[in-house]
């Protein structure tokens, strides 16, 4: 069974030419980002995923993690893969040097994750929930909590938890009945269960940092009075390391779909008289805090479905070119033929590619947003930078991981009947992608976010910013590159008419605006992704124009053609439903039903 290889030429491809590495690592703070730095870390996290993470991803899907008493075994391999992931210094690769981090630019680190989350998804979600917690406590932890936790956070030699859903809480946090009853000297007894807790107990590493929402005893109903707290598996002595074990515990994991390696726990606080644990922040402020993580873990698991779809894709290749089945069409007699040369399956084979390289384009100019936001000298350009990756962030998200599916789901199509057989490995793709549509906020919140707080409330001034841009780079489609041009323009046409739609309408008819949202954001992703393929496609031209003769620059220019002929070209049907769809979906009585 063929493993995963990291896709480096067409990664460094997007980090240079459309995410400006060399302006990212110019920024104050990322001095140490030299290409040579650059280039060895993703050489090495190339070697890394290929040869130590992804021969355990089936190990993971077969085996998966086991529950007994309160304690939960990861699989084969898992443990130690681990002990090499921290010891290489992985964990803290963009992280704040002051703990130990190596402070390096959100873009590198984002190429680098989607190499853990193609190569293993199950394994990269332990280091991905420990990055939000980090990202949390760096924000609003305290000085103490800081100093206790951070430095082995960022090392990897404790990792940590996001508890935020309960039984009778799933995506409405203001239902979250958890409660935390303060005992003095700035401690509290955290009582309640949590539910779908990513790697909320393994035997990865002797401590796990749970950061966790409950309410104290006077805080306001709903979401505004809800605190969030720290509350370690193992108590720490006085010399900061993991002591008394602490009130929570594993009673149970879920039994899943995919992703079988990584152990979702459901967690029970204060069965033995109350699980101690630390104020973040201010009281009823945990919601604000808790979405800090969210933030990070919604960018990240839009990386999961790229990794998802990449890896799918490589895996389909491999097969259509080993398998030989039929004629090629137009050759009357001739020989059997892999299944490569016929029609349908290059027209799935390009529909994976095409969307993977918008997708990744995509992330990873977000990513240097991101960075932008965070370390750029001037202020207005932070701003922009982080108005920016705000809008694109559940497009990265929503888009990515409703693609990955479709686009698994073709893997196995790839395969034929052999793709519905386990032992291909072609399945499991399809199945751990299933997750990400879901988890850190389903496609419909992702998709409501975007057009109300990302777009509604500011009136669309973000959004109308990009549009411009949008149609700053369709005017270099010009001449061999028109016809990518015109559907590039025609699409821009209608996202800017379904964006007007929204900000006229959102507030007066709140109902029919929020059944177009999971179109628009399908139609935002989409043309947003043709932005950044038209892009590549010029430089593509120019690279060619100039004597290179890397067939490189041909596949580009080909998946870039294929994108705009059998994607941009749903951008009008997708406006079309979000101005209209909503007649339908909101007349229908719930007894018709």
């Given amino acids: ?186 401690t509290y007894r955290i009582f309640g269960q949590k539910i779908f807790i990513t790697y909320g107990e393994h035997d990865m590493t002797d401590n796990i940092v749970h950061l966790v929402l409950a309410r104290t005893p006077n805080a306001p109903e709903g979401v505004k009075g809800i605190s969030l707290f720290v509350v370690p598996k193992f108590l720490l002595k006085a010399d900061g390391t993991p002591g008394e074990r602490n009130d929570v515990y594993c009673v149970s994991i879920e039994h ?45 698991v839009g990386l ?65 947003a991101q960075d932008k936001a965070h370390a750029h000298q001037d202020a207005a350009a932070r701003e922009k930078a982080r108005a920016f990756a705000d809008l694109l962030i559940p497009v990265v998200k929503g888009w990515s991981t409703e693609s990955a599916i479709d686009i698994a789901s073709l893997g196995v199509q790839v395969h034929g009947g052999m793709g519905y057989i386990e032992e291909t490995g072609a399945a499991q793709h399809l199945r751990d992608a299933r997750i990400t549509a879901i988890y850190e906020g389903t496609t419909a919140i992702q998709a409501n976010d975007l057009i109300g707080r990302k777009i509604a409330r500011e009136k669309g001034l973000t959004v109308m910013a990009v549009i411009a841009d949008m149609r700053s780079a369709a005017v270099q489609l010009d001449g061999d590159l028109a016809a990518i041009g015109a ?31 999971v179109p628009f954001l399908h139609l935002f992703g989409i043309v947003a992704g043709g932005w950044q393929m038209g892009r590549a496609a010029v430089i593509a031209r120019s690279k060619i124009a100039a004597g290179d003769t890397d067939p490189f620059w041909a596949a580009k220019l080909a998946t870039t053609r294929f994108y705009a002929d059998h994607f941009l070209t749903q951008a009008g049907g997708l406006a079309e439903s979000v101005i209209a769809g909503g007649a339908g979906a909101l007349e229908l009585a719930d007894d018709s039903f």
């Fill in 1 to 186: 069974m063929s493993e995963y290889q990291a896709p480096l030429k067409e990664m460094r491809f997007v980090m240079q030419e459309l995410a400006d590495l060399e302006q990212v690592v110019s920024l104050p703070g990322f001095e140490e980002a030299s290409p040579d730095v650059v280039d060895a870390i993703l050489e090495e996290a190339a070697r890394f995923s290929g040869e130590v993470l992804s021969p355990l991803n089936r190990v993971g899907d077969r085996e998966g993690a086991k529950w007994k008493d309160t304690v939960v075994t990861t699989p084969p391999g898992f443990k130690e893969a681990y002990r090499q992931f921290v010891d290489n210094g992985w964990n803290g690769l963009g992280c704040d040097p002051e703990f130990g981090g190596q402070g390096l630019p959100r873009l590198l680190s984002t190429a680098v994750s989607e190499m853990w989350k193609a190569s293993n998804h199950a394994f990269s979600l332990c280091p991905m929930l420990t990055q939000g917690a980090i990202e949390a406590l760096m924000i609003a932890g305290t000085e103490e909590q800081k100093a206790a936790y951070l430095p082995n956070l960022v090392s990897g030699e404790w990792t940590g938890t996001m508890n935020l859903t309960e039984p009778s809480a799933g995506s409405d946090l203001a239902a979250v009945r958890s409660r935390a009853e303060p005992v003095g000297d700035g």
């Fill in 256 to 300: 899943k779909l995919g992703i079988h390696g990584s152990p979702t726990a459901v967690l029970a606080f204060g069965d033995h008289g109350g699980a101690v644990g630390t104020l973040v922040g201010e009281e009823n402020r945990g919601l604000e805090y808790m979405f800090i993580m969210m933030n990070a873990a919604r960018f990240n």
């Fill in 487 to 517: 559907r590039q323009n025609a699409a821009v046409d209608a996202l800017e008419k379904a964006v007007s739609w929204i900000v006229i309408n959102f507030s007066t008819d709140p109902k029919a605006a929020h059944a177009g949202a």
């Fill in 304 to 368: 999961e479905g790229l990794g998802d779809a990449e890896r799918a894709y490589q895996r389909a290749v491999v097969y259509a070119k080993e398998r030989i089945q039929g004629t090629e069409v137009g050759v009357r007699g001739g020989p059997k033929v892999p299944i490569i040369k016929h029609p349908d399956v290059r027209c799935m084979l390009l529909s994976m590619r095409a969307r993977i390289e918008a997708m990744r384009a995509l992330a990873y100019v977000t990513a240097a």
